[in-house]
C-alpha cells in the first residue's frame, strides 16, 4: 500500500519520520528511497547550519566580559548542544553512507573521517572550545 503514495504525500510523511527511522523508511521501493535520500540531505545540512548558529551565539562570551560562573554555565550548555547535535548529524550520515546514499567521493571521505574521529573520542569538525586566553589559565 506504501508504494502506491503520490510522491507528495510520500514527500510529507518523510518529512515527519524521526532520524532514528528514517533509512527504515527508504526499503520500500525507489520513490521512498529517493525521498529519503533527499531528507537526509536536508537534515544533514540543517544539523551543520545549527551547529554553526550555536557558535555564533558564543561569539560574545569571547571578549571576557563575563564573571567566571556564568562563563562555566555557558561553556557547558554550548558544549552539550553541539555535542548532542553534532551526535545527531553523525548518526543520519553514517546512515545514509551504509546505505547507498552518499555517491560523491569527497562526501563519503567526509563522512568516514568524521565518524572516525567520533570513534576515537575527537571532535570531528575541529570545534575547538577555548573562548579566549584567560579561560585557559588554570
Known sequence: MLDRLPVEIVERIVAKIPDTDLIAASKVDSV????????????????????????ALGKP???????????????????????????????IMEKMLRNGMVVDPQERETIEHALSEQRWGGDPW????????WTQQE
Do not use: P
Open 61 to 91: 562570551f569571547e571578549k571576557g566580559n563575563i564573571d567566571w560562573i556564568s562563563f562555566e554555565d555557558v561553556n557547558d550548555f554550548y558544549k552539550r548542544w553541539i555535542d548532542r547535535l553534532t551526535e545527531d548529524q553523525l548518526y
Open 126 to 133: 575541529r570545534l575547538d572550545w577555548k573562548w579566549n586566553e
Open 32 to 55: 521512498w528511497w529517493q525521498e529519503v535520500r533527499q531528507e537526509a540531505y536536508k537534515r544533514w545540512k540543517n544539523y551543520a547550519t545549527t551547529i554553526g548558529h550555536v557558535q
